[in-house]
């Protein structure tokens, strides 16, 4: 990948010339910004979004959306940005996870309370492996609407539109279901609301208290070396917190509750922009549908709707970047939406694939760093590492999944970088969606439990093997 123009130092690839976005000078900043305004993303190619056969019917919802109260508070967004901004400073790791699709109908107790028992134990594991603070981030409580590649879908002779999202249209081949449908929106927000309330209890209640982490167990994994592991990770956890129990004078109300935060694609416009919101103590423009919105890779575009959209807000902000991306437009993207080049702003999700991290990622380290922007390192081994099984099952292999994740903390470190965190497609249920880890899954097996909406997620045991694999990482390093 090295161009003329490129010099090599400790074995990264760095840029000898650094653009600065619409400027010669080389200060952050030098260029006023166009004004933002809660509309300005309408002026802008929006990419990936629905159209509807009701533009009134559209309108009426979107209105009743901008009155109903946010799911989320600034203040608990100043939180959640302040956190990643130490994960930034390398005192804390970010461990981020959940469905590549949430389903309306997987709106239910079991469900949920899974995919936080599944979060919980990994971060425990990372907490023991890292001797840091581990920031809790769920692809969760909004996670409902899904870029796609093709506008539209054909089966047997029959082409449909595509399937978007609960939150646009519905999965079942049928005309009917596929009609994108505004009243979903309004569904959206309930069912993410009713699982943030869940969340919330479930965080700050008995579940939560690391005095009893038998609370987070799950039936089915009673035999699995990774839930034998962990029991040893627990065990040795009673002894500690029982000696901190018998010094200390005062409880610590932080063993008995957890931070959890959550975040989705902010993909579909109209319903983000209605879930946007001025803060009433002044501090400007929040997104309160979800701590953390991120930007997909297919709607990253520097001059597009959802980047003007999410310029503007305070939350702290997510861009997936994937291996057709050019080191420099990333770096002005970073620059367009964190120009006070404030810590905690922006995390960077690359998902650069297995076979193509150690090629690519090194540049993009160096091009960001040679302009001085502070970002959170995460890695997505998910994205790059897609292929189709000879059952036509969308699958991923755990090794390649693994790979990717190893190789980038290998590229990190060459670097001199640090990996601050993993994004993660994870269920706590028990299905056969990605190959391998340690049970050995095949092919055969994936039809036994294949229930994702989307794309393939790791279950209990392939994710738990990623958190051992995480902690042994960090600390290495
Ligand atoms: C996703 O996270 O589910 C997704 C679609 O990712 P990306 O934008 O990286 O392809
Ligand atoms: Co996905």
């Given at each position: 990948m090295?161009g003329?123009?490129?010099?090599s130092?400790?074995?990264?690839?760095?840029?000898?010339?650094?653009?600065?976005?619409?400027?010669?000078?080389g200060?952050f900043?030098?260029m006023?910004?166009?004004?933002?305004t809660?509309?300005s993303w309408?002026a802008?190619?929006?990419a990936q979004?629905?159209?509807?056969?009701?533009?009134?019917e559209?309108?009426?919802?979107?209105?009743?959306?901008?009155?109903?109260?946010?799911?989320?508070?600034?203040w608990?967004?100043?939180?959640?940005?302040?956190q990643?901004?130490?994960a930034q400073?390398?005192?804390?790791?970010?461990?981020?996870?959940?469905?590549?699709?949430?389903?309306?109908?997987?709106?239910?107790?079991?469900?949920i309370?899974?995919k936080?028992?599944?979060?919980l134990q990994?971060?425990?594991?990372?907490?023991f492996g890292?001797?840091?603070?581990i920031?809790?981030?769920?692809?969760i409580a909004?996670?409902?609407?899904k870029?796609r590649?093709?506008n539209?879908e054909?089966?047997s002779?029959?082409?449909?539109?595509?399937?978007?999202?609960?939150?646009i249209n519905?999965?079942?081949?049928s005309?009917?279901h596929?009609r994108?449908?505004?009243?979903?929106?309004?569904?959206?927000?309930?069912?993410?609301?009713?699982?943030?309330?869940?969340?919330?209890?479930?965080?700050?209640?008995?579940?939560?208290?690391l005095?009893?982490?038998?609370?987070?167990?799950?039936?089915?994994?009673a035999?699995?070396?990774?839930?034998e592991?962990?029991?040893r990770?627990?065990?040795?956890?009673?002894?500690?917190?029982?000696?901190v129990?018998?010094?200390?004078?005062?409880p610590?109300?932080e063993?008995?509750?957890?931070d959890f935060?959550?975040s989705?694609?902010?993909?579909?416009?109209p319903y983000e922009?209605?879930l946007?919101r001025?803060?009433v103590?002044?501090?400007?423009?929040?997104?309160?549908?979800?701590?953390?919105?991120?930007i997909?890779?297919?709607?990253?575009?520097?001059?597009?709707?959802?980047?003007?959209?999410?310029?503007?807000?305070?939350n702290?902000?997510?861009?997936k970047?994937?291996?057709?991306?050019?080191?420099?437009?990333?770096?002005?993207?970073v620059?367009?939406?964190n120009p006070?080049?404030?810590?905690?702003?922006?995390?960077?999700?690359?998902?650069?694939?297995?076979d193509?991290?150690?090629?690519l990622?090194?540049q993009?380290i160096?091009?960001?760093?040679?302009?001085g922007?502070?970002?959170?390192w995460?890695?997505?081994?998910?994205?790059?590492?897609t292929?189709?099984?000879?059952?036509?099952?969308?699958?991923r292999?755990?090794?390649d999944?693994?790979g990717e994740?190893?190789?980038?903390f290998?590229v990190?470190?060459g670097?001199?970088s640090?990996?601050?965190?993993?994004h993660?497609?994870?269920?706590?249920?028990n299905?056969?969606e990605?190959?391998?880890?340690?049970?050995?899954?095949t092919?055969?097996?994936?039809?036994?439990?294949?229930?994702?909406?989307?794309?393939?997620?790791?279950?209990?045991?392939?994710?738990m093997?990623?958190?051992f694999?995480?902690a042994?990482?960090?600390?290495?390093a």
């Amino acid at each position: 990948m090295r161009g003329a123009g490129e010099q090599s130092v400790a074995g990264c690839v760095v840029p000898r010339m650094i653009r600065l976005p619409g400027s010669s000078t080389g200060n952050f900043g030098s260029m006023p910004l166009p004004t933002w305004t809660i509309d300005s993303w309408k002026a802008k190619p929006a990419a990936q979004q629905p159209t509807y056969d009701d533009a009134a019917e559209l309108e009426k919802v979107l209105q009743a959306l901008g009155q109903l109260p946010p799911l989320v508070t600034s203040w608990e967004v100043d939180r959640l940005r302040d956190q990643l901004a130490q994960a930034q400073a390398g005192e804390a790791w970010l461990l981020q996870g959940g469905d590549c699709a949430e389903s309306f109908a997987d709106c239910q107790a079991d469900s949920i309370a899974s995919k936080l028992k599944v979060l919980l134990q990994m971060s425990l594991v990372l907490i023991f492996g890292s001797g840091q603070k581990i920031v809790r981030l769920g692809r969760i409580a909004g996670q409902y609407a899904k870029p796609r590649s093709q506008n539209t879908e054909s089966q047997s002779g029959q082409t449909l539109p595509s399937y978007r999202g609960d939150l646009i249209n519905q999965a079942p081949f049928s005309l009917a279901h596929r009609r994108n449908d505004p009243q979903l929106l309004l569904r959206g927000y309930e069912r993410s609301a009713l699982t943030l309330n869940f969340i919330r209890a479930l965080s700050e209640g008995g579940f939560a208290d690391l005095h009893h982490p038998e609370n987070w167990d799950l039936d089915f994994v009673a035999e699995s070396p990774e839930y034998e592991r962990y029991h040893r990770l627990v065990d040795a956890l009673g002894s500690a917190l029982r000696f901190v129990d018998a010094i200390s004078e005062n409880p610590m109300p932080e063993l008995r509750r957890v931070d959890f935060f959550t975040s989705h694609e902010a993909l579909h416009l109209p319903y983000e922009a209605a879930l946007t919101r001025e803060s009433v103590r002044g501090t400007g423009w929040y997104n309160l549908g979800t701590h953390l919105p991120w930007i997909g890779e297919r709607t990253r575009a520097i001059s597009g709707a959802h980047v003007e959209l999410l310029r503007g807000v305070r939350n702290p902000i997510g861009i997936k970047v994937g291996p057709a991306a050019d080191a420099q437009e990333i770096a002005d993207l970073v620059q367009l939406v964190n120009p006070e080049n404030e810590p905690g702003r922006i995390t960077l999700i690359h998902r650069l694939g297995h076979d193509r991290v150690e090629q690519l990622l090194s540049q993009l380290i160096e091009v960001v760093r040679a302009r001085g922007l502070k970002v959170l390192w995460v890695c997505d081994p998910m994205h790059g590492n897609t292929v189709a099984a000879s059952s036509g099952h969308k699958t991923r292999k755990f090794e390649d999944v693994l790979g990717e994740l190893q190789a980038a903390f290998t590229v990190h470190r060459g670097c001199e970088s640090r990996l601050g965190g993993v994004h993660l497609e994870l269920t706590g249920e028990n299905v056969t969606e990605c190959l391998g880890g340690s049970r050995g899954l095949t092919e055969s097996d994936l039809a036994t439990a294949y229930n994702t909406n989307c794309d393939p997620r790791l279950n209990y045991e392939q994710a738990m093997e990623i958190a051992f694999s995480i902690a042994d990482e960090i600390s290495a390093a």
